[in-house]
């Protein structure tokens, strides 16, 4: 056949990007404008993040290469169809109105403002949450958006949100992921998503994109929040459409669009920080072998070049909440501030882990989390006085299974916010203060006080006094409580 045909697809986005399904198509000579011989509905596969149920049309060799045979039927791969808006001149991927763009000034998130323009056709605006990623992030970020293409930047600043509604809630709950990864980017995702939604609603936009690899879970965290939120919204994942495949690719597209961007090939460490911690992937890390360079390193000192004398801090808490440095009292945003230097100054919070993403595959990263990890140590220091057995137990066990909800992307879902709310009546009583010291990337305990403490000195001191424990008790107890161990003993078992 050698006339060129317009074949109109009428498609359906799926989580994977592939989607195949029966469905009205007819091919359509383009030269004739006739119907092919067979008048066909065939099956076809398409892939794009643009909008589900659109129909969209693209130049290429007639996709029913059944013409002379009406009976046969077939279904086209997503690498067979090779329908990509950026080798088809002037074809575009879909139509958009306006596009609110998760934007940090890196490189791939500074790569994704001309490529929306150019398959999209769309505005593009640029949006940027301040969630404590340091002054410095955010200075010439308007411009460089700008220069991109972006209609103009939005700047949020989410600092206390962030902390006081995401972070502590996770403190609160003990939430740790994989016993080691205290979540600091999981966090962040939902309450920037969150913003990003509520930016689409005030500006009238009808999409909104992020720079998330196709092999990460960020991509699952911002998408569940954007679903869950405003499920209407047209969601444009760049990174599992284009073309690029890798960080030097990304390098290459932006020097011939002349977009500006912080990262060379000689330096290909992937980070994502806030005011909770900083993260290091990439580069010499992807081999689990490989020892980080202490140059890496943005938050803390190295233990080993740490104060030669430990420094003593007290937290105050209330309701497994933090509150309090030193009997003063701040603001969420401003007691993680300060703990954060002086957690950093001692080296304290690396974490070296390699972990199982959500997408099945493991990766290794590099956590820096000086003042969370103070917290973290801090409010279930205050917990061994307030919980009884059963009580810690359980909460630990849902600890677990409230991580992997937040690691998944999660937040909104109604099984953590029910998780959240046993959280909160438990921690009630979770009042007082923990001193901790502080020594070459270690936290150490120094002290407990609650007014809520179920310990009791009179009690548990070896000197008998308190007339509520006698020791006699304890024999049959002990019987009781082995009854069957003797039991199977008996038996031979």
């Known amino acids: 056949m050698s006339s060129i045909q317009l074949c109109y697809i009428h498609f359906s986005a799926s989580f994977s990007g592939v989607s195949a399904f029966p469905a009205p198509n007819i091919c359509y000579n383009h030269t004739s404008g006739r119907k092919c011989r067979s008048g066909r509905k065939d099956l076809l596969a398409a892939s794009s993040s643009k909008v589900f149920g659109e129909s969209l ?27 990509s808006a950026s080798k088809i001149k002037g074809v575009l991927r879909g139509k958009l109105n306006k596009v609110v763009l998760a934007y940090s000034g890196g490189l791939d998130t500074s790569v994704i403002v001309p490529w929306l ?41 989410l600092k206390e949100e962030f902390v006081e509604d995401y972070i502590f809630p996770c403190v609160r709950a003990g939430a740790v992921y994989e016993r080691k990864y205290l979540l600091g980017t999981s966090m962040a995702r939902p309450v920037i998503a969150k913003a990003m939604v509520d930016v689409a609603r005030e500006i009238g936009a009808d999409a909104v994109s992020h720079g998330c690899t196709g092999k990460g879970n960020d991509q699952v965290r911002f998408e569940l929040t954007f679903f869950a939120l405003n499920p209407r919204l047209t969601v444009v994942a760049p990174w599992r459409e284009w073309d690029i495949r890798g960080r030097e690719d990304a390098i290459e ?54 104060p030669d004398q430990p420094e003593y801090v007290e937290i105050g808490i209330e309701n497994g909440i933090p509150v309090s440095i030193n009997g003063k009292e701040m603001s969420a945003a401003t007691l993680l501030t300060e703990l954060n230097e002086i957690g950093g100054r001692h080296g304290i919070g690396r974490v070296d882990m390699v972990e199982n993403r959500l997408v099945g595959m493991k990766s290794r990263g590099v956590y820096e989390t000086p003042g969370g990890t103070i917290i973290t140590f ?18 630990d066990t849902l600890a677990i299974k409230y991580a992997e909800l937040v690691y998944a992307g999660r937040w909104f879902d109604p099984l953590r916010k029910s998780l959240d709310a046993f959280m909160e009546k438990v921690t009630e009583t979770s009042t007082g203060s923990v001193r901790v010291t502080l020594f070459k990337g270690t936290v150490n305990v120094a002290s407990r006080k609650s007014p809520f403490s179920l310990y009791r000195q009179d009690i548990s001191s070896f000197e008998e006094g308190s007339g509520i424990y006698n020791q006699a008790d304890a024999a049959g107890f002990i019987r009781l409580y082995g009854l069957p161990i003797r039991v199977r003993a008996m038996q031979g078992l």
């Open 57 to 83: 049309a693209f130049p290429e060799q007639c996709v029913n290469r059944t013409c002379a045979n009406a009976g046969a039927r077939m279904v086209l791969a997503k690498d067979d169809l090779k329908l």
């Open 117 to 157: 323009r150019e398959n999209y056709d769309c505005e593009v605006v640029c949006f940027t949450a301040d969630v404590g990623q340091g002054v410095g992030e955010l200075q010439g970020l308007e411009a460089k958006a700008k220069a991109s293409g972006a209609s103009q930047l939005v700047v949020k600043d």
């Open 253 to 306: 597209y932006a020097k011939e669009h002349n977009v500006p961007v912080p990262v060379t090939k000689k330096s290909l460490y992937s980070r994502d920080r806030n005011l909770w911690h900083i993260s290091h992937e990439g580069d010499i890390l992807e081999d689990p072998a490989n020892e980080p360079r202490e140059d890496m390193y943005a938050m803390t000192v190295d233990p080993t070049k740490a």
């Open 378 to 395: 801090a409010v279930r220091e205050l917990e061994s006085l307030t919980l009884d057995r059963e009580t810690m137990q359980l909460k």
